[in-house]
């Protein structure tokens, strides 16, 4: 994919939503937001990270804070140019590349509106190839990329730099900046060059997303349940099916924990969750887990289902994707593994054979 | 004795159904709807007063399509200016985003931002400043607005400033000015807020000048009792208050087929299917509600904010368009035209009702059906079962142990014996709506983002206030209930929070 247009953001939404393995939030006026700034100013340029200079200056971003906010305090527009103007001004050059954190559900959004208005490209690539909690698991950080110099903007374009830390030390700080901001705010860590973004980032996640939602549409465009086609396009599995038959669950430090359970005459289903689906039981063994993407999607129609979106009777597939290689590192399973969540066992990826 | 008289005003028929005390109908009449829609009424409750004397009517309830379809046919909308009490200017999605072009640039007059509007914890985004709202009224009145949509955020959680935006409107404006205040209209999510509340002011216009003329019908006939307009939850409200908020009469039409529906299969759990003249909807009922879906809920391509009945449709009716060679049976439909486009009436065009006709299954006075043979026949009612009963079974695994209840005008036209499952077709099937419309109670519903800290504690609360909303509307001590309970957590904020709604009625 060379860019993206306006009626690429469809199937990115859903594709993302896929990808957002349960996390990541309605993307709804993310969509919006990106829609209209594109609708303005036109479509935006995507880059592979083979087509960076290597002093190119690239930016990762995304909002942070309640969705609640999101959607009634909605951006005013200008809080990642006015980033972009703090930023230029710390680095002493411009922003030439811009890309978002997670391409998991409504971030994926996060640089269109901006890129189209400031006629910047957007990089085909993001830092954790799915969704995860928190701000420290991704791949920049893995790579010893620092987090910091992070920019925080409110809707006034009042930025805060946040410098000389780490990214734990950002995840508390930011948090706390975000809620004086009004609990919503747009945010930039982990800025690069071109050179380092290379070796760093999980390339080529916005066109998978847009691929994806792109199979999973002209499926049922077509009368056919996208799940097959889906699977084939990610190499995924299809752990199990049945119909939701319990959901029990908390609101535990701002996260959504719980468990759902699935049941069809033969067999029995747990997915176990912390807004992203963690692991999945099968007849009380576990069958897959954390950083395979684990999603559940309604039959017939393959709408993807969040963790918040849950509700009793909804008949679902639940299908596990490869995790992104940098996970399946032992870096990576130490910080997004199942140990890493409280989970007794140690990471199994899921594939054709295990089933 | 006195009477209830239900009337619902379609896109093809006028129907209606006086009710006594014990919700027996004991008159019923069917007659086309009129371009002006009050003449039609007229000549209905025409029909009705030869059963009933004026002075045994209790009272009147209307369902219409006026709403729906002012919106869907682009006329009679007042030119609406938003006013967006938002101090941090927000630009990324402008109003209207998202609608069909025709329909926004003929109801959008223009947009003005005012200082003001609230965080999450309450505090003002910026000071309110009243002669920010007066330049921006003055503004607006000179783009040509006739109506005002004020959407401040966070408004449902804190309604001060949409309120004191109305004040210096009336003073500004002149108190006859419409507007309309969006946090009395949806709950929290901006854009569909601001959507409901843009759809609300367009109406204004018709509802006006419509339900107005509705009444004045049916004093010329010598009728005294009040006249309730029907709502998209199935309630209903006084005149008033319908020309306040037009847009929650959207969606009432549906809401009382299939709330008529199973009351009249005498059922509280049923799938009801209503068979019109170009569409096929099904919805579910639950305890005597229908199911209600809250997000996604949109009309003409527009998203909304409030709940509005869960109904599938397809392109199935009465009037649809058969194709014997290709066996397809619609989309299109002569629609309310079937009485004299179909080949039954001298027409050229094959429809689902000829079909019916020729079998024999149904007659109308003066139809000549055409000739077709018997496995045609079959054909066209085996595809027309098929979909139907597809459609049946994609509104949700846990239905399809219940009853389906068939109803609408095109309801006759099926032989359901050869039909899976317990389906069938109760006595007043074509009346459904009508009888749905009768039967309507008085409701109130409570829409909030609250803390939930105890959360059985807080629902118990909300309860308590929404039932006693209900009673102040006009609801009956003895029947009045929950009757919708939805619940969306918010997360990521720093204590646990939820937005409610809860439905009481009676």
Not at chain 1, 291 to 318: A, F, H, R, W
Not at chain 2, 426 to 436: K, L, T, W, Y
């Amino acid at each position: 994919m060379q860019k993206i247009a306006a009626s690429d953001l469809d199937n990115l939404a859903l594709g993302s939503a896929i990808l957002g393995s349960g996390g990541g939030g309605d993307p709804a006026y993310d969509l919006m937001i990106a829609r209209h700034g594109m609708e303005k100013y036109g479509d935006v340029k995507l880059l592979k990270t083979s087509e960076l200079a290597d002093d190119d200056l690239i930016v990762p971003m995304g909002f942070m804070g309640a969705p609640l906010v999101g959607i009634e305090k909605l951006p005013s527009g200008i809080e990642f140019s006015r980033i972009l103007t703090s930023l230029e001004k710390y680095a002493g050059k411009k922003a030439s590349v811009l890309m978002p954190f997670e391409v998991g559900g409504g971030n994926a959004f996060a640089p269109f509106a901006v890129a189209a208005q400031l006629g910047l490209p957007v990089l085909d690539a993001d830092m954790i190839g799915r969704a995860f909690p928190e701000l420290q698991m991704c791949s920049c950080y893995l790579k010893g990329i620092p987090a910091v110099p992070a920019f925080l903007s409110d809707s006034f374009g009042n930025t805060v730099i946040i410098e000389n830390g780490n990214s734990f030390d950002l995840e508390r700080i930011a948090r706390k900046v975000t809620v004086a901001m009004g609990s919503c705010s747009a945010l930039v860590m982990h800025v690069m060059t071109g050179a380092q973004a290379r070796n760093s980032v999980v390339s080529g996640s916005l066109s998978h997303a847009v691929n994806i939602g792109e199979e999973m549409s002209q499926s049922c465009a077509n009368g056919v349940d996208p799940l097959q086609p889906l699977l084939k396009l990610t190499s995924g599995v299809c752990l199990g099916a049945g119909n939701i038959v319990d959901i029990d669950q908390v609101i535990s430090d701002g996260f959504l924990k719980g468990k759902v359970t699935i049941r069809n005459e033969k067999e029995t289903y747990e997915v176990f969750y912390r807004n992203e689906y963690l692991a999945v039981t099968s007849g009380g063994q576990y069958t897959a887990s954390t950083p395979d993407i684990l999603m559940l999607i309604e039959q017939q129609t393959g709408v993807p289902l969040t963790s918040e979106s849950l509700q009793y009777g909804i008949k679902v597939n639940i299908i596990a994707l490869p995790a992104p290689k940098i996970w399946q590192t032992l870096q990576g399973l130490q910080l997004v593994g199942p140990r890493s969540f409280g989970y007794d066992f140690d990471y199994h990826p899921v594939n054709q054979e295990t089933l | 004795m006195k009477y209830r008289i239900g009337i619902d005003i379609g896109g093809t028929h006028t129907d209606g159904v006086v009710v006594d005390n014990n919700n027996k109908i004991v008159a019923k009449a069917k007659t086309l709807t009129t371009q002006r829609v009050d003449e039609g009424f007229k000549l209905l409750l025409k029909q009705l007063l030869d059963e009933v004397k004026p002075d045994d009517i209790n009272d009147i309830s209307l369902g219409t399509t006026h709403a729906t379809n002012a919106i869907l046919e682009r006329k009679d909308l007042y030119r609406v200016g938003v006013i967006r009490v938002a101090g941090h200017g927000p630009q990324s999605i402008p109003p209207c985003f998202g609608w069909p072009a025709d329909l926004a640039s003929i109801v959008l007059a223009g947009t003005e931002f005012v200082s003001g509007g609230y965080e999450c914890d309450g505090s003002p985004i910026t000071p309110f400043k009243h002669a920010d709202v007066v330049y921006a009224l003055e503004k607006l009145a000179a783009q040509g607005a006739e109506s005002l949509a004020i959407v401040g955020v966070f408004s449902p959680q804190n309604p001060q400033q949409e309120l004191e935006v109305k004040t210096i409107a009336a003073e500004t404006l002149g108190s006859d000015f419409p507007v309309s205040l969006s946090h009395q209209i949806g709950g929290i999510g901006y854009i569909e807020r601001e959507n409901s509340t843009i759809l609300n002011a367009c109406l204004k216009s018709i509802m006006k000048n419509g339900f107005y003329k509705l009444r004045g019908a049916i004093e010329t006939l010598g009728i005294q009792c009040p006249l309730w307009i029907t709502q998209n939850n199935g309630s209903r409200m006084p005149l008033q208050q319908a020309a306040d908020y037009p847009v929650l009469t959207i969606s009432a039409g549906p809401t009382n087929s299939f709330i008529g529906g199973s009351k009249l299969a005498g059922l509280d759990n049923a799938v009801v299917v209503d068979i019109g003249g170009t569409s096929t909807d099904v919805g579910v009922v639950r305890s005597g509600y229908p199911r209600r879906r809250l997000n996604k809920s949109k009309i003409g391509g527009i998203s909304l904010n409030f709940s509005m009945p869960d109904v599938l449709s397809i392109a199935l009716g009465g009037g649809s368009h058969v194709d014997l060679s290709r066996n397809t049976i619609g989309p299109l439909s002569c629609g309310k035209d079937t009485f004299h486009l179909g080949k039954s009436f001298g027409g050229s065009q094959l429809t689902l009702t000829d079909i019916a006709l020729s079998a024999g299954h149904i007659s109308v006075p003066g139809a000549k059906p055409p000739q077709i043979s018997e496995r045609d026949y079959r054909s066209v009612m085996n595809k027309a079962k098929v979909d139907v009963q597809q459609l049946v079974r994609s509104i949700g695994i846990e239905e399809q142990r219940l009853p389906v209840v068939m109803i609408g005008g095109g309801a006759s036209l099926f032989d359901y014996r050869d039909w899976e499952g317990n389906v069938f077709s109760p006595q007043h099937a074509n009346v459904a709506n009508a009888f749905g419309a009768a039967l309507a109670e008085f409701s109130a519903t409570i829409d909030l983002v609250v803390p939930f800290m105890d959360r059985d504690k807080e629902i118990a609360k909300l309860e308590e206030i929404a039932i006693e909303k209900a009673l102040a509307q006009g609801a009956d001590k003895r029947s009045v209930r929950i009757v919708d309970r939805q619940i969306i957590p918010y997360h990521y904020a720093t204590q646990p929070i939820a937005r409610v709604m809860i439905t009481a009625s009676g």
